[in-house]
């Protein structure tokens, strides 16, 4: 009796993968007009990185409930740790471990769409640029968009200035969900900081290859690619109770002084979550250290 | 009230469609249809009956057009007579001239007419030009990152310059300037179907750019409403939803070679100093970055969208040419069937 049902689930999902398949090499699929394209970030690239997600950084996230199930909001989150691995964990985070399997709609630097292959894999798994055009149009379709205000000075800050926050851009993020009315949920990531301790950087080459940085760490460059592995640390992704911004007037995103004021709320926010977290995690590489 | 029609650009397949939809409306008395060369004929491929269509033969580069515009007491002129890629013969001089110095005649004489009451432009969209600095999708007042330096894009930027420079004179007149995505149908002859109709289609390594077409039949419903109802303002026409090239290559059954962008550029000059389809910078950055542009103003305009979806116009175009042969869908049929079957 379970030999045949465990057979018709097989069969089943035989079918499903030949028929993925087939999609797939006739071009019969979807994408949305940012070039999202939900199936194979699904079955494909979030498949890849749920290893990394689960067993290697043995991600936690609390406050699941924080974000909301339907309708758009906009993710602030602390960025760290030299490769932004913290916004595919996120993503991940948000697609496996929510309820509703919201998919993250990441703002992304230029940088990122300058480059072959990253720019279009980034497009595909359902990230932008970082503008205010953009930004408006998925909050308005009700999406979740995340943002890393810090941008390259977060990510790129060397291993000693690590859980520090800086600085928050101009607080557009903050303008646009105004805009749309939509919550701003703040968001820490604790554990991206100690995957790649940046305690160098080769600014000389960074320049030539008009990169931001050039990071060196223990192990890059002097083990070539096996330096890219991250360190395995261990990862809690925190969502904090969102601000709401419904009550303010839509005109009020033209208003600098209120937006600067809800970008310092919201900068503190985050700094408090981020040092609650990391406190509750304790060690970064439990049990060793 | 009884219109006169004048139709620039008629020698060409759309043009030559929206002169012929013109014709048989009863609502329009006379349809004028100019262009350098006469519109082929229907025995010959991509002929359009033409109806009562009168053709006029006027260089719009010469003050002639005048002439045809007071002589005919034309009311409504559609100016679709600009072309995407240089003529056979002749260069980028002579395209130039042909679409900017023409326009410069036409609207010159629109502005002197005193019976002119509705003047409709074609545009395109690669006026948003193509670059990793702009937004994913582009309204109608939004600012290119890098606005186009060269071609065709830089030939349709300055077009729109003028023809804004027209309807801020003659604020009478209700002028319409369509930016279209690019023509995709049976009929259509661009730079980009000639591109997929070959056998292995070069792509640029490491880019999948998201595409827009807009259905020949669509295109041509647009132009048509625009003429006989007062829509003045600037409107983005593309069919609904996007496609990525890679998609299209798939649909299409096409192989795609994945080449460099250098190599890909080199590419498109030797085949264009072939006599091959060549590819033009703008057009290359397209293939890198891709362009979709927002369509609600023109559906809120005119309170009907196209028929056709992006994705529904490329099948259509596929289907035609017969390009799908279908063997990678039925390699997958076959393997699907041998296991489950």
């Known amino acids: ?289 | 009230m009884t219109h006169t029609v004048l139709v620039t650009g008629v020698s060409r397949h759309i043009g030559a469609r929206v002169a012929s939809v013109l014709a048989d409306d009863p609502g329009i008395d006379r349809v004028i249809g100019v262009d350098t060369v006469p519109p082929p004929s229907l025995s010959r491929d991509g002929g359009v009956p033409l109806g009562r269509m009168e053709f006029v033969r006027v260089d719009l580069r010469s003050p002639d057009i005048a002439q045809v515009i007071a002589a005919a007491d034309i009311d409504i002129v559609v100016h679709m007579s600009l072309v995407s890629a240089p003529p056979r013969s002749g260069g980028r001089a002579l395209m130039k001239e042909h679409n900017v110095i023409g326009t410069m005649q036409l609207l010159g004489a629109c502005q002197r007419s005193a019976t002119v009451r509705r003047v409709v432009v074609r545009s395109t969209t690669a006026v948003y030009g193509s670059s990793p600095h702009d937004p994913a999708v582009f309204t109608e007042d939004a600012e290119p990152g890098e606005p186009p330096s060269h071609g065709y894009a830089k030939d349709a930027s300055e077009v729109e310059g003028y023809v804004r420079g027209f309807a801020r004179r003659r604020r009478d007149v209700a002028v319409s300037t369509l930016r279209f995505a690019n023509f995709m149908g049976p009929g259509v002859d661009s730079p980009l179907t000639r591109y997929f109709t070959q056998p292995v289609l070069p792509t640029v390594f490491g880019f999948d750019p998201r595409l827009q077409f807009v259905h020949e039949d669509d295109a041509v419903e647009v132009l048509r409403r625009m003429a006989v109802e007062d829509h003045p303002g600037t409107f983005n026409v593309a069919g609904d939803g996007v496609l990525l090239l890679s998609q299209c290559a798939r649909r299409a059954d096409l192989l795609s070679m994945p080449v460099p962008s250098p190599v890909f550029r080199l590419m498109g000059e030797l085949a264009r100093s072939a006599g091959l389809v060549g590819f033009s910078p703008e057009q290359l950055r397209l293939m890198c970055h891709g362009r979709v542009v927002d369509t609600t103003a023109l559906s809120t305009a005119l309170g009907w969208k196209p028929k056709f979806s992006t994705a529904a116009a490329f099948q259509d175009f596929i289907h035609a040419r017969d390009l799908a042969g279908g063997l990678p869908s039925a390699l997958a049929d076959m393997v699907s069937r041998s296991v489950t079957g």
């Not at chain 1, 979030?46 to 406050?63: A, C, D, K, S, V």
């Not at chain 1, 290859?209 to 640390?233: A, E, R």
Request: net charge negative.
């Open chain 1, 1 to 289: 009796m379970s030999d045949t049902a465990d057979g018709g689930e097989a069969d089943h999902q035989l079918a499903e993968t030949l028929a993925f398949l087939r999609r797939r090499l006739t071009g019969e699929y979807e994408v949305d007009e940012f070039g999202f394209d939900a199936e194979l970030t699904d079955k494909v690239l979030l498949e890849l990185i749920r290893p990394l997600y689960r067993h290697w950084f043995r991600t936690e996230t609390f406050g699941m409930r924080n974000v909301p199930g339907e309708s758009g909001a906009l993710i602030v989150a602390n960025h760290s740790g030299t490769l932004p691995l913290d916004g595919l964990m996120l993503q991940v985070a948000l697609y496996d471990d929510h309820p509703e399997r919201r998919a993250l709609r990441l703002l992304g630097a230029d940088l990122v769409y300058r480059f072959p292959v990253l720019g279009h894999l980034s497009r595909k798994t359902g990230h932008t640029l970082a503008c205010r055009d953009d930004a408006d149009r998925l909050l308005r379709k009700g999406q979740i968009v995340g943002v890393f205000p810090e941008g390259f000075k977060g990510v790129g800050k060397p291993f000693s200035e690590r859980y520090r926050l800086q600085r928050f851009g101009r607080g557009g993020f903050v303008a646009s969900a105004i805009r749309a009315g939509v919550p701003i949920v703040p968001c820490a990531i604790v554990g991206a900081e100690e995957i790649y301790p940046k305690i160098g950087d080769l600014r000389f080459l960074a320049r030539a290859f008009g990169l931001p940085y050039l990071p060196i760490t223990p192990l890059f460059p002097w083990f070539g690619p096996l330096g890219l592995v991250p360190l395995p640390s261990k990862w809690m992704i925190g969502f904090g109770e969102p601000i709401r911004t419904d009550e303010l007037d839509p005109a009020d995103a033209d208003d600098p002084m209120l937006v600067f004021n809800l970008t310092d709320q919201v900068r503190e926010v985050v700094k408090q979550q981020l040092d609650e977290l990391r406190l509750r995690r304790g060690h970064a590489f439990p049990p060793f250290l």
